[in-house]
């Protein structure tokens, strides 16, 4: 639902926006198109549709939304869904009236195909001319089944009900209409009728036997490995028992496939025979084969994907000015909206005052209302925005003003737009950016580091954690390059921290998943991200006091995560590893560990147990006493590093509390 918002405001942006690039032709025909929308009606209660709806209702954007109603919501009446069972009644509210904002509401019932043309043409004229957007409620829908295998729509539905839909069938009653009209006799439907179910016979009998035609071979082919098998073996009595049932299942599927032959290799172990080398060849070809087919997509492998980026290093000039962080993202956003036409940003106080740190100052007064933009509060419909923008060729940078609010829009992240490149074999690409801040503040609200659940719920979008403002304006560079989208995390207490203006604005790029070694060492491996890395910097220049010369490591991209192995190659030095992370225990600091020990084989090179230092399982207390015995203060840094020398060496380093 949240992604017809940007589907729609498309049409809106090419009909008025100038200078757009010519690739603008691909995806528009100077702003004609309209965005059809469905919903049934008992979603209409999730908050996602009343926040686009509202948006849509304010942005005045050509968009159709098609309200089915069967006054049901699987088994549950519409009196437990909608108030006064009617939803245009309840919206009557945004019915536009003269000289105001809103949608033409229109009803129709499902079953009337004169009335649902004659609704349709109107509604799709609206849309299209005056870039109005449009609710149809299309009342007395029927459910020829139920919602799913089990849940059979005669266990809840009375027998009148039942009756009722039998004979206001939309079928049914086109076929009488037709009848009514003399646009076809009996016999001529029935004769269409019985075409239809024979064309459709055939294709779903074609469909399937194309579908299965594969299959049935890679099972051949394994069967044929385990006959040499058995031949070999004199009729091993499992692996018989096993190639007989595989034998029998007419129509397998590669699970049933896969898991024989595996089956079958645990009893090879021990014999030394040319079959078992032709099946072990077998299993890992095939799997090598097939795995992609589910597995492939996640993440772009075009040319253009994140990673293939260059980085092209940050220049500055001898007499650079010492400027506030949010300076260098600001400058660093007008090079960019000067190079890019199809550049927006919008979100809550992105457009007039230029965001609540100023990153965005005066951007809207220099490039327009329609590129830099205000939103009301409602993350979901941003970040569907955004994803909609993104799928009719803007680049959009949809802005949630805190890190914490970003879990309103955590299920169009996760289930749309992590998920689009994948679920469509890489067909459909939204290269959007999710712009953000956090960590590092003080109190319950805008300073939680919900890390963890980002990083199980994202895959499939690119996570940036930059640890200052020019680093994330080098990765606003670097992902406007790329076909992939992404989330950056800025650090919201480092918006007045003072940091160079460097030279080349606009054209430096911080590679993505690459870590970045912010301090040499040979004694123990330091990793962090964000805003947390100051005091891990601070720590280790006081622990250089006690003899420890820590190597201090930032991640960057957590996802992708350290491709080349860097992080691998400084315990192959160290022998040691400390994870700082402002996440709760067992959260981001688990993701990243399992990277450097499981993925990257840390755990060959340790002399010392693998510790992580977190914050607390809370949400941090109020004040800077809060976030000192919330969250990891240098002094615990100092300490816990200090704690895994002095087991290795006591009497080097004796112990702080002995």
């Known amino acids: 639902m949240t992604r017809l918002l940007g589907l729609a405001q498309a049409s809106k942006l090419y009909r008025h926006l100038e200078h757009l690039p010519e690739k603008a032709s691909l995806f528009s025909d100077k702003g004609n198109e309209v965005a059809w929308g469905t919903i049934g009606n008992a979603s209409t209660s999730e908050g996602q549709f009343w926040e686009t709806i509202n948006a849509a209702g304010v ?17 549950v009446p519409a009196k437990y869904h909608t108030t006064k069972e009617d939803i245009s009644a309840v919206l009557s509210g945004f019915q536009k009236e003269e ?11 499902a079953w009337d195909y004169p009335a649902l043309i004659e609704t349709y043409v109107k509604a799709e004229k609206i849309a299209r001319e005056d870039h109005v957007p449009v609710i149809i409620h299309v009342q007395e829908c029927t459910q020829p089944l139920g919602h799913s295998t089990s849940g059979s729509h ?5 027998k009148e009900r039942l009756q009722w839909e039998k004979d206001y069938d939309g079928i049914k009653k086109m076929r009488e209409w037709l009848i009514n009209n003399q646009i076809a006799d009996e016999d001529t439907l029935t004769q269409i009728e019985k075409e239809a179910k024979k064309l459709v016979k055939d294709a779903r009998k074609k469909a399937w036997a194309d579908y299965t035609a594969p299959m049935k071979a890679e099972k051949s082919e394994l069967i044929k490995i385990l006959d040499s098998i058995l031949k070999e073996t004199g009729h091993k009595k499992d692996i018989l028992e096993l190639r007989n049932r595989l034998a029998q299942i007419k129509e397998p599927k590669r699970a049933d496939i896969l898991e024989v032959a595996r089956k079958s290799l645990r009893y090879l172990k021990d014999k030394n025979i040319p079959s078992k080398k032709a099946l072990q060849t077998w299993i890992k070809n095939y799997k090598a084969r097939i795995q992609p087919k589910y597995s492939k997509y996640l993440y772009s492998e075009s040319k253009h994907k994140a990673t293939n980026i260059p980085a092209v290093p940050v220049q500055y000039a001898e007499d650079a000015p010492l400027v506030d962080g949010r300076i260098v993202l600001r400058d660093n956003f007008i090079k960019l909206f000067e190079k890019y036409p199809e550049l927006l940003v919008f979100g809550e106080d992105s ?5 609540v740190n100023q990153g965005l100052e005066g951007l809207q007064q220099r490039f327009g209302e329609m590129r830099v933009s205000d939103t009301g509060i409602r993350e979901a419909s941003i970040v569907g925005q955004g994803i909609g923008l993104a799928l009719r060729g803007f680049r959009p940078i949809a802005e949630i003003q805190y890190l914490d609010y970003l879990l ?9 737009l992590a998920t689009l490149h994948y679920r469509s074999y890489g067909r459909q690409k939204a290269p959007a950016i999710i712009r953000t801040r956090g960590h590092r503040l003080e109190g319950i609200w805008h300073s939680g580091s919900q890390m963890s659940a980002l990083l199980s719920l994202l895959r499939g979008i690119n996570i940036l954690v930059p640890r200052n403002l020019t680093q994330a304006a080098g990765f606003y560079n670097t992902v406007m390059e790329s076909d992939e989208p992404a989330l950056i995390i800025e650090t919201l207490n480092g918006y007045r921290l003072k940091e160079k203006m460097p030279a080349n604005l606009g054209e430096f790029k911080i590679p993505v998943g690459k870590i970045e070694v912010l301090k040499p060492g040979k004694d123990i491996t330091l990793v962090s991200y964000g805003s947390t890395l100051r005091l891990v910097q601070k720590a280790a220049e006081e622990l250089m006091e006690a003899g420890i010369d820590a190597e201090v490591i930032d991640i960057q991209s957590l996802i992708p995560f350290d491709l080349s192995h860097e992080i691998v190659k400084s315990l192959q030095k160290t022998n ?8 709760v225990p067992g959260g981001a600091s688990s993701y990243i560990m399992n990277k450097v020990l499981n993925e990257q084989q840390g755990w060959k090179y340790l002399d010392s147990q693998p510790q992580t230092l977190t914050a607390k399982e809370h949400r941090p207390a109020y004040g800077h006493d809060g976030d000192y015995f919330s969250k990891p203060s240098t002094e615990d840094i100092y300490e816990k590093v200090y704690e895994i020398m002095h087991e290795a060496n006591p009497k080097k380093y004796p112990g702080l509390y002995d």
């Open 351 to 355: 457009g007039k005052i230029g965001d």
């Open 154 to 158: 005669e266990r809840y539905k009375t």
């Open 99 to 109: 000289d105001t904002n809103g949608f033409e509401i229109f009803k129709v019932k």
């Open 59 to 75: 942005m005045q954007v050509p968009m159709v939304v098609s309200i089915w109603d069967d006054e049901f919501g699987i088994s």
């Open 408 to 416: 309103y829009g955590l299920q169009t992240l996760s289930d749309d």
């Open 576 to 583: 040691r590893i400390l994870v700082i992370d402002e996440d």
